[in-house]
């Protein structure tokens, strides 16, 4: 057993590092990247959104990589999707 071990350890020891690695960082990143996708691809009119500026804006247009959104009365301004921090609820 020892000699199986003197043998393979570094290699049992990178897998180890490597399973760690993706259930504790890779794995959690790409459950947020799909949750952040799916919240910018279900973007509609009317949504309340919060951009990473900290300004509360209503969506007025959606499009395919931006969209128009309204921040006052008859002041309605293009941004980027990837610029929203979160979509408020009502």
Same mark, same amino acid.
Not at 39 to 59: E, F, P, Q, W, Y
Not at 65 to 75: A, L, M, N, P, S
């Given at each position: 057993?020892?000699?199986?071990?003197?043998?393979?350890?570094?290699?049992?020891?990178?897998?180890?590092?490597? @399973?760690?690695?993706?259930?504790?960082?890779?794995?959690?990143?790409?459950?947020?990247?799909?949750?952040?996708?799916?919240?910018?691809?279900?973007?509609?009119?009317?949504?309340?959104?919060?951009?990473?500026?900290?300004?509360?804006?209503?969506?007025?247009?959606?499009?395919?990589?931006?969209?128009?959104?309204?921040?006052?009365?008859?002041?309605?301004?293009?941004?980027?999707?990837? @610029?929203?921090?979160?979509?408020?609820?009502?």
């Amino acid at each position: 057993m020892q000699e199986i071990l003197a043998k393979y350890g570094t290699i049992i020891w990178l897998v180890v590092l490597g @399973g760690f690695f993706y259930l504790f960082l890779i794995r959690p990143q790409q459950k947020q990247q799909k949750k952040r996708s799916d919240m910018l691809s279900g973007l509609k009119k009317g949504d309340k959104i919060l951009n990473h500026g900290g300004l509360i804006a209503t969506v007025v247009e959606v499009k395919e990589d931006e969209i128009i959104v309204r921040i006052g009365d008859k002041v309605e301004v293009p941004m980027v999707k990837e @610029g929203i921090a979160r979509v408020l609820s009502e």
